[in-house]
C-alpha cells in the first residue's frame, strides 16, 4: 500500500479510521464461536520434506515472481472497480488472474498470486473477525473463503499470497475481550499498551506489547491460521521504522520477528514479505528476520491508469542503490510490482516500459505483476516473459548498482558468475540523448565482446566502450564480457596531509573506509582537493571516486580550478557503508588538483579516488 502523502492514499487511511471511530458495525463472533474456516482447534502438522529449512527449499533463494492485486485495486482505470475503491478485489477476479498466469506465465517462473489488502473488508471497509481477533475473509468478496481459494490456486500449480496490516487492529481488539486462540486465558486486552498506542503506518492498529506472555500467542495464532489455509506468502504491510513514520510506536521490529518465530512454529515455508517505504536505517534487522522489503513507496499512480512515469517509476532510480548491499539469496530488495504489461493501462511509453523492466531485473528485486493477465498486449508480454532477461533477475550475483551518473544519463552494471558484466545504460530526461558505458567503470580496458540482451543479438566486439542513443525515458541492456587487462590505477587518500581541506571539511574515522579515514563535514561551501594528482597523458579520465553516504547527495567536482560539475552520488546505505562511482575529469600530462566542492548544499564524505594508468 502507498505513502499516506499521496490523495487516494489518504482517502484509503481515512476509511480504516473511519471504520474505527464512527464505529460501524464488524462481524465479531461471540467468543465462544468457533472460525468460520477451517478449524482452528488444533494446531498446524506438516511432514519433515514439508517443512523449509535454511538451506535450497527456503523461501526467498531467488527473486519471487508472480502477480498481486493491488494495481488493480487502486486504479480508476474505466470498468476496473465498478463498484468503489478497491472493489476489484474478488474471489472471481482472483480466480481469473490465477488463470491467465498459470496459462501464459507459470512456464517462465512466474508462480505467486498474492491477495492484497481487503480481503477481511466489505465494500463499505467494515471488516470481518472471528472470535480470536483474527481477520476472516469477507462473504462477499470471498464467498467460498480464503482456503478454497488458496486449494485453487494450488490446483494450478501455483503458490497462494496473502495480505495483513501490522499490529492488532482497532476493530479486532472486541474491547479487550476477545481470547487468544490455544491459550488458557490470555485475551486481547493482554496484548496490547495499556494506553492503547497506535502503530502502522495508518495507525489503524494497536501497538502490541511484545514482553507480555501473550503477545507472541496472537502472531501465533495469526501464522497458524493461515497456514492452515494453505499460504505460502505473507505481505505484512505498514512496517515501521518507515511507512512514513517514525518514533518508538512505529518500530515494528518485533512484531516481524515474532512473525518469523510464529511463521517457524507452523513448520510451513511461508514467504515474508515486508512493507513498505523501510527505513535504510533499520535494513540489517529486516533482513535478518524477513525474505524480502520495500525500499520505496508505491509503485501505483492511483489515477486512471496503473502507475505514471512521475509519480513514482522513476523515483526507483534513486531510491534503490544504497539498498543494494543487503540482498542476496534469503531476502530481497522489493522494487513493488512491474505494471509493463497493457500499454493502455500501464500509463507508460514503450520505452518507460522497457526500463521499468530493466531496472527491475538488474536490481533483482521480486518480478510480480500489477497488470490485468487477461488484457496483456504483445510487447507487454515480450518485456515479461523474455528469458535472457528474466536470468538476469534470478541467477546467482549481486544486485546491479550505478558504476557513472552524469546529468541524466545512468550506467548500471554488476559482475556475473562467469566474469561478465551485466550493464544498463539509462536515458532519464525528457528528451532523447546519448548515453556511454566507458569500460573502465567496469575494472577493466581494450577490447569487450557485446550482447543485446533484450533483442537476442550478438553486437561483437567494441574497443573502451559503447554509446548508444536513447530516447526520453529509455533504456538498451547488455551482456559484457571483457577481452582486456584489468584496469591499473593509482590511489589518492582524501585524509592525506598533502590535500587542503576548507571551511567545514575535516578527517573522521571510518571502519569500511581504505586507511579507516575518510574526509567528511562537507557542506555549505566545504571543499576537498587533491593536490597532486598526476597522470602521464592528457584526456578525459573517468575517476572511482569511493565515498560514503546515508542517502543521496551531490557534490561539485573539478580538475586544475575550472567550475565544478555538479555530480549525484547514490546512497551507499550509510554513512559508515563505503561504495564507489566513477566520475569524468579532464587532466592535463603531469600534476593536477581535484577538488570536490560541497557547493550551497550537504554532500558526501570522500574516501579515495582511484586514477586510471595509461
Not at 552494471?413 to 532523447?432: H, I, K, R, W
Request: glycine content about 10%; hydrophobic content about 35%; overall charge negative.
Amino acid at each position: 500500500m502507498r505513502s499516506p502523502t499521496r490523495p487516494a492514499a489518504r482517502a484509503f487511511r481515512s476509511a480504516l479510521v473511519l471504520a474505527v471511530t464512527a464505529g460501524l458495525a464488524v462481524a465479531v463472533p461471540t467468543a465462544q464461536a468457533a472460525p468460520s474456516e477451517a478449524s482452528a482447534a488444533s494446531p498446524v502438522t506438516t511432514t519433515a520434506a514439508d517443512a523449509a529449512g535454511p538451506g535450497e527449499d527456503s523461501p526467498a533463494q531467488k527473486p519471487y515472481m508472480g502477480w498481486s492485486s493491488w494495481s488493480l485495486q487502486t486504479t480508476s482505470y474505466p470498468g476496473v472497480n465498478p463498484d468503489g475503491n478497491y472493489s476489484y478485489l474478488t474471489e472471481a477476479n482472483v480466480n481469473k488472474q490465477t488463470d491467465a498466469l498459470a496459462t501464459k506465465l507459470k512456464k517462465y517462473g512466474y508462480e505467486y498470486i498474492n491477495i492484497d489488502a481487503g480481503w477481511w473488508r466489505g465494500w463499505d471497509w467494515t471488516p470481518e473477525f472471528d472470535a480470536y481477533g483474527r481477520q476472516q475473509a469477507d462473504k462477499a468478496r470471498f464467498p467460498s473463503g480464503m482456503k478454497a481459494v488458496a486449494d485453487r490456486i494450488h490446483g494450478k500449480g501455483l503458490k497462494a499470497g496473502i495480505y495483513l496490516p501490522v499490529g492488532l487492529e482497532k476493530e479486532g481488539y472486541g474491547g479487550g475481550k476477545l481470547p487468544i486462540w490455544n491459550t488458557d486465558n490470555c485475551t486481547t486486552g493482554d496484548i496490547v499498551y495499556s494506553d492503547l498506542r497506535t502503530t502502522n503506518g495508518w495507525d489503524s492498529s494497536y501497538r502490541i506489547d511484545f514482553s507480555k506472555p501473550c503477545a507472541q500467542k496472537y502472531v501465533d495464532s495469526q501464522a497458524q491460521l493461515l497456514a492452515g489455509w494453505g499460504y505460502d506468502f505473507l505481505k505484512l504491510d505498514g512496517v515501521g521504522p518507515g511507512s512514513f513514520k517514525s518514533g518508538d510506536n512505529y518500530d515494528n521490529r518485533a512484531d516481524v520477528a515474532a512473525w518469523q518465530k510464529a511463521i517457524k512454529s507452523t513448520g510451513r515455508p511461508i514467504h515474508l514479505e515486508i512493507s513498505w517505504s523501510l527505513d535504510i536505517g533499520y535494513a540489517k534487522d529486516w533482513k535478518a528476520t524477513s525474505n524480502g522489503w520495500r525500499v520505496d513507496t508505491d509503485v501505483e499512480c492511483y489515477c486512471n491508469t496503473l502507475v505514471s512515469w512521475e509519480n513514482s517509476v522513476e523515483d526507483r532510480w534513486r531510491d534503490t542503490p544504497g539498498w543494494t548491499r543487503y540482498a542476496g539469496p534469503g531476502g530481497w530488495n522489493d522494487l513493488d510490482s512491474i505494471n509493463v504489461g497493457s500499454a493502455a493501462m500501464s500509463g507508460l511509453t514503450r520505452a518507460e516500459r522497457q526500463s521499468y523492466m530493466t531496472l527491475w531485473a538488474i536490481a533483482k528485486s521480486p518480478l510480480f505483476s500489477g497488470d490485468d493477465l487477461t488484457q496483456l498486449d504483445d510487447y507487454g508480454l515480450s518485456l515479461m516473459t523474455n528469458r535472457d532477461v528474466l536470468k538476469i533477475d534470478q541467477q546467482p550475483g549481486k544486485p546491479a548498482k550505478p558504476v557513472t551518473s552524469v546529468g541524466d544519463e545512468q550506467v548500471w552494471a554488476s559482475e556475473n558468475p562467469d566474469g561478465s558484466y551485466t550493464v544498463a545504460l539509462f536515458n532519464q530526461g525528457d528528451s532523447a540523448s546519448p548515453v556511454t558505458a566507458d569500460w573502465s567503470a567496469l575494472g577493466f580496458t581494450g577490447q569487450a565482446s557485446v550482447r543485446d540482451v533484450w533483442n537476442s543479438e550478438n553486437l561483437g566486439r567494441y574497443k573502451d566502450g559503447i554509446t548508444q542513443a536513447l530516447p526520453a525515458h529509455g533504456s538498451r541492456l547488455f551482456t559484457v564480457t571483457p577481452q582486456g587487462p584489468a584496469l591499473k590505477t593509482t590511489a589518492y587518500e582524501a585524509e592525506s596531509p598533502d590535500n587542503v581541506l576548507t571551511g567545514s571539511a575535516s578527517v573522521a574515522d571510518c571502519a569500511e573506509c581504505s586507511g579507516t579515514k575518510k574526509v567528511g563535514n562537507l557542506y555549505l561551501g566545504g571543499t576537498l582537493q587533491f593536490t597532486d594528482v598526476v597522470v602521464k597523458q592528457a584526456g578525459r579520465y573517468l575517476i572511482d571516486v569511493a565515498y560514503t553516504s546515508g542517502d543521496p547527495r551531490s557534490i561539485g567536482v573539478s580538475a586544475n580550478g575550472k567550475a565544478p560539475v555538479m555530480t549525484a552520488f547514490p546512497s551507499t546505505g550509510g554513512w559508515g557503508a563505503a561504495d564507489t562511482i566513477s566520475v569524468p575529469v579532464t587532466l592535463k600530462a603531469g600534476s593536477n588538483t581535484v577538488t570536490f566542492d560541497s557547493g550551497t548544499g550537504y554532500s558526501p564524505d570522500i574516501d579515495k579516488i582511484d586514477v586510471p594508468l595509461r
